[in-house]
C-alpha cells in the first residue's frame, strides 16, 4: 500500500459557508427586520447611555464610569456579529473568507472576554461601595478605574489570542460549512483534518471552566455583598439592592448562555443557534434596557440630556 503524505497545515481551505439561522425567506425576512430593530436599538440606547454620563456631571462617579464603559461593550460586542448577521438575512451572501472568519472569531472572543473580567471590575466597585463607603472615593479613584478598564481589555485580548493560536495551529483541507449564523470556537474546530480532541479540551479550559470559575466567584461576592446590605446598610438600602439586583441580573444574561455554549465538548445541540443569538444579539440590548429602566438617576439624567437637546434645536430655529 502506498504511504500517504501528511496533510499540509497550510490552509487550503479559503472560505466557509454559514447555513445560518433558518432557509426559509419568509423567516428570513422576519428575522431581519427583528434584528435589525433590535440593533438600532442597542446602539442608540447604549451610546445616549455613554453621552449621558460623559455630559452629566452628577453621574461623574466611579459607578457611571464603569457603566459607560459597560454600555461601549455591549455596543461592540454586538457590532462583531450582528452586522453579518442581516447581510446574509438579506443577501444571498451565505459566504465568509478564511481570514474573516477568523478575525470575527477574535473580537468576538476579545470583546467577550474583556466582558467576562470588566464584570469581575465592577463587582469590586460594589465590594467597595458597601464595606468601605467612607473610602470609596478614596479607593476607586480614576487611576483604579481606568486600571480595571485595562486590565478587562488586556484580559480579554490574552483569552482571544489564546483562542486564535490554538485554531491556527489546525489544518483545514476540506469541509468548509458552517451550521451557524457567524464563526465561532466550536463549529469551526469540528471542520479540521485532524484529530482534535486535545485541542478541543484546551479551548473548553480556556473559555468554558474560566467562565464557571468567574461566574462562581461573581455569585458568591454578590451574595457576600446583599448579606452586608441587608444587615448593615441603613441609609439607600433600598438603592444599594437595586444596584446589586441590576448587575447580578446583567452576569447571570451574560453568563448562562455562554456556559451553556463553552463549558461543554462541542457537541451539537438543538438549542445552540438560539442560546447564540441570545447572547450575541439580544443581550446586549438587554444590559442597556435593565441599566435604564431599573435606575432612577440614569432616567432622571437621560430626562435632562433630552431636554438640553430639544431646547438647543428650539434655539437654534429661532
Excluded at 454559514?18 to 436599538?41: C, K
Excluded at 459607560?68 to 451572501?93: E, I, Y
Excluded at 455569585?219 to 438600602?237: A, E, F
Aim: with cysteine; glycine share 4%; charged share 15%.
Amino acid at each position: 500500500m502506498e504511504n500517504q503524505t501528511p496533510i499540509n497545515l497550510t490552509t487550503t481551505v479559503t472560505e466557509f459557508v454559514l447555513l445560518g439561522l433558518t432557509q426559509s425567506p419568509e423567516l428570513e425576512h422576519f428575522f431581519f427586520l427583528a434584528f435589525f430593530i433590535v440593533y438600532v436599538t442597542t446602539w442608540l440606547g447604549n451610546l445616549t447611555i455613554i453621552i449621558t454620563v460623559i455630559s452629566d456631571h452628577r453621574l461623574h462617579t466611579p459607578m457611571y464610569f464603569l457603566l459607560a464603559n459597560l454600555a461601549f461593550l455591549d455596543v461592540s460586542d454586538s457590532s462583531v456579529n450582528t452586522p453579518r448577521l442581516l447581510l446574509c438575512l438579506l443577501s444571498k451572501c451565505k459566504t465568509i473568507s478564511f481570514n474573516d472568519c477568523l478575525l470575527q472569531i477574535f473580537f468576538f472572543h476579545f470583546i467577550g472576554g474583556a466582558m467576562v473580567f470588566f464584570l469581575v471590575g465592577m463587582a469590586v466597585d460594589r465590594y467597595v461601595a458597601i464595606y468601605k463607603p467612607l473610602r470609596y472615593l478614596i479607593i476607586m479613584n480614576q487611576r483604579a478605574c481606568v486600571g480595571i478598564v485595562v486590565l478587562a481589555w488586556l484580559g480579554g485580548f490574552a483569552h482571544s489570542a489564546v483562542q486564535i493560536g490554538l485554531l491556527l495551529q489546525l489544518p483545514f483541507c476540506g469541509p468548509n460549512v458552517l451550521d451557524n449564523f457567524y464563526c465561532d470556537v466550536p463549529q469551526v474546530i469540528k471542520l479540521a483534518c485532524t484529530d482534535t480532541h486535545v485541542i478541543e479540551l484546551q479551548m473548553v479550559f480556556n473559555s468554558g471552566v474560566l467562565l464557571l470559575i468567574v461566574f462562581t466567584i461573581l455569585l458568591i461576592s454578590y451574595t457576600i455583598i446583599l448579606v452586608q446590605i441587608r444587615s448593615h446598610v441603613t441609609d439607600g438600602k433600598r438603592k444599594a439592592l437595586s444596584t446589586c439586583g441590576t448587575q447580578i441580573t446583567v452576569v447571570c444574561l451574560i453568563f448562562i448562555p455562554t456556559i451553556f455554549i463553552y463549558a461543554r465538548p462541542f457537541t451539537k445541540f438543538a438549542l445552540d443557534k438560539v442560546v447564540s443569538v441570545i447572547y450575541t444579539v439580544i443581550t446586549p440590548m438587554l444590559n442597556l434596557m435593565i441599566y435604564t429602566l431599573r435606575n432612577a438617576e440614569m432616567k432622571k439624567a437621560i430626562r435632562r440630556l433630552m431636554s438640553r437637546f430639544l431646547f438647543s434645536c428650539r434655539k437654534l430655529k429661532t
